[in-house]
């Protein structure tokens, strides 16, 4: 039994086994893509109104408030509890999605639901804990596949049931935390980690033959981000007793995790290229969270739920399996990224710009919809890259630092763009003058890009026409 126990610990199959199907039943969620309509329609009986202006911002602050404490809490606690504390938040979640009524329990919702998103970094940091480098590529492409596949069978199954068996919201939201209570209950089987990135650090010998070592095989050059790295001292053996002895305290631990944390964004920022990619990052990003938190409050307007028929689980399968696809294609596009990638920037975004002001101008549902597959296709594409083109200069922790930073900026954008076109207390604007406000948004974004990479262009070609004529003289 104890050598069973032992395989099972140290084989990279059962956690990985055990977090997939996680991920599996958590993105199960056949009744997220009609989440308006089952708020505004008989169950709930809400005003659009309320659920734009009243009810969905409270998601992005609560998101905000709780993304750096729970990245802090989930490193420190070794992954396992912030996935058990996941699960409890979204059957929470869908337990007041079911039984509650009015404004402020819909409020207290979108609160868990905060909490819940806010927690994802525990599912795709916890494999890099408990597997050995020579897995990392497989695992990690088998936690992030389950997801999409689940979200799109999730989205067909949904669109399936209304469409054809007719069963009402409420049931799909029954199904759904029943998918969940399920992932709630394959967390507990999770081995507990022994390390994590920043708190709890193995010695040099294990970092050097973790994920770290395979990311710096990219950038040989890049200097590691903590002191332990550089010790080869302690290579084979573990802290001698008058080494713990000498340890700081937990608090004097977690200051210098903070001070080190802070020295590394300050490096990881210093280098302009990452610099901008990030950039776009931070703003792409807070763009597509606001479009995607209110796509289904401008379908209904479109096209009201309790007069028409109802189409966004098709659109939202489509839209995934798109997004996926095009994340796929990038592995096979051949380019120099360094000169032609802030250009891609400028380009997709401008479409992206364009699927917008196509959305707010037209009255039509099905050009809405296109609109819609066109700008998550776009951003999806934009996405790989610039996660690629960062995580490849970049060491685990660092790149796990500027993953959760960068998100950290785009949430406060997202926060200024709910605060002031949104909620009831800022302009408070209806959904079509929002996708204005948004498409013009992305418009800027694409600007800033392109200008750049006119630049960029022109500078290289100035500095190979000198290095030519500097070759001619000689």
Known sequence: MDCCKEAISSSWIYPTLILCVNGFFSAMR???????????????????????????PVWTYSYLALLFPVFLITDYARYKPIIILQGVSFIITWLLLLFARGVVAMQVMEFFYGMVTATEVAYYAYIYSVISTEHYQKATSY???????????????????????HVSYFYLNAITLASLSLAFVCSFFLPMPQKSMFFHRKDAAETLQG?????????????????????????????TPEQQADQPQPQSHALKVLVQLSKDLRECYSSRKLLYWSLWWALATAGFNQVLNYIQVLWDF????????????????????????????????KLNWDLSGELALG??????????????????????????????ACYMLLIT????????NLSMERYALM??????????????????????????????TQFLIYGSYFTVTAGIFLIRSIYIIISTKCRNTSVAGESIDH
Not at 211 to 239: I, L, W, Y
Request: proline letters at 5%; aromatic letters at 10%.
């Open 211 to 239: 994920p770290d070592k395979v990311m710096a095989t990219f950038n040989p050059n890049e200097p590691c981000s903590c002191q332990e790295d550089r010790d080869p001292a302690s290579a084979d053996t573990g802290p």
């Open 302 to 333: 479109r096209a009201p739920s309790h007069s028409s028929a109802v189409y966004n689980g098709a659109v939202e399968a489509i839209a995934t399996f798109l997004g996926s696809a095009t994340s796929m294609a990038v592995g096979y596009v």
């Open 385 to 392: 890259i610039a996660t690629f083109q960062i995580a490849v």
């Open 30 to 56: 056949p009744s997220e893509a009609f989440l308006t309509p089952y708020l505004t329609g008989p169950d709930k009986n809400l005003t659009i109104e309320e659920v734009t202006n009243q009810i969905f």
């Open 143 to 165: 936690c992030r596949s389950i997801t999409l596949v689940a979200a799109t069978v999730a989205a067909v199954l949904g669109q399936l049931l209304v469409s054809l068996a």
């Open 347 to 376: 380009i997709f975004s401008a479409m992206d710009a364009g699927s917008l002001f196509l959305m707010y101008f037209t009255e039509n549902i099905w050009a809405c919809y296109a609109g819609y597959l066109a700008f998550k």
């Open 403 to 432: 993953f959760g930073f960068n998100n950290f900026v785009a949430l406060v954008i997202q926060t200024i763009l709910t605060v002031v076109v949104v909620d009831s207390r800022g302009l408070g604007l209806d959904i079509s």
